[in-house]
């Protein structure tokens, strides 16, 4: 059974920092892309970023880019969204998703993935 379980999320202050985590099963994990995705209240949900679990790509968005980082323990079939200087424009529901990868990079398109998880709540007070 595939599972993506993220954790982490939580309530921050302005400026302070969060890692989020997602767990991933049930898949060969290096064959596939893990992506950040996040919603918030009342919007759409928006691609933050993602990684290639394969050979190590990394991709950010402008808005997040010098702020978060992403990073993988393919030991242990993690990826990692390390975000720093939080504004209260990150607040929402943020997912992880896996998209299987068959000669490219993927990218943040939501119909690249095939998985998702349930999501964690990251709020940031003004």
């Known amino acids: 059974e595939v599972q993506l379980v993220e954790s982490g999320g939580g309530l921050v202050q302005t400026g302070g920092s969060l890692r989020l985590s997602c767990a991933a099963s049930?898949?060969?994990?290096?064959?596939?892309?893990i992506g950040w995705f996040r919603q918030a209240p009342g919007k759409e949900r928006e691609g933050v970023g993602c990684?290639?679990?394969?050979?190590?790509?990394?991709y950010l968005v402008d808005s997040v880019k010098g702020r978060f980082t992403i990073s993988s323990d393919n030991a242990k079939n993690m990826v990692y969204l390390q975000m720093n200087s939080l504004t209260p424009e990150d607040t929402g529901v943020y997912y992880c998703?896996?998209?299987?990868?068959?000669?490219?990079?993927?990218?943040?398109?939501?119909?690249?993935?095939?998985?998702w998880g349930q999501g964690t709540q990251v709020t940031v007070s003004s």
């Open positions: 998703a896996a998209g299987y990868e068959l000669g490219r990079h993927a990218g943040l398109g939501e119909d690249e993935y095939d998985y």
């Open positions: 049930g898949f060969t994990f290096h064959d596939y892309a």
């Open positions: 990684t290639s679990v394969g050979d190590g790509f990394t």
